[in-house]
């Protein structure tokens, strides 16, 4: 599985549209997604103290060749869909609020397999 933390408009457009699309597929020509083990790093660094998030757990093998991981600035390999995600590839998504200093809950009926929250 990977992740998505997404706008909720972004996420009320999916389910409308069928699939899942953000403004960098369309900026960047990719979907940025994380790994489990950068959620946090992620969701501290881009959306600190924002509300009206989704985490969307997207599994990986539904995207075939879209999806590709890469390590596009020095920090290591992060997943990009190449594509709009289709909503049969997303299983799950929860409500997702960062607090300002970057930490967050997890949600409720997600486990992980080790502290994301670092």
């Known amino acids: 599985m990977i992740y998505r933390i997404a706008e909720q408009a972004d996420w009320v457009r999916a389910q409308r549209e069928g ?51 890469e390590d596009l600035t020095g920090s290591g390999l992060f997943p990009h869909s190449y594509a709009p995600i289709p909503l049969v590839a997303i299983v799950r998504h929860f409500d997702f609020a960062v607090a300002m200093d970057g930490s967050f809950a997890l949600p409720a009926g997600l486990e992980w397999s080790s502290n994301n929250n670092d």
Do not use: M, N, P
Request: glycine share 8%; proline share 0%.
């Open 19 to 69: 699939a899942f699309a953000s403004a960098d597929l369309a900026e960047e020509g990719f979907i940025h997604c994380s790994e489990q083990h950068q959620v946090a790093r992620t969701a501290k660094k881009y959306y600190a103290g924002k509300t009206a998030l989704v985490l969307l757990e997207i599994d990986d093998g539904v995207l075939g060749t879209a999806l590709v991981r």
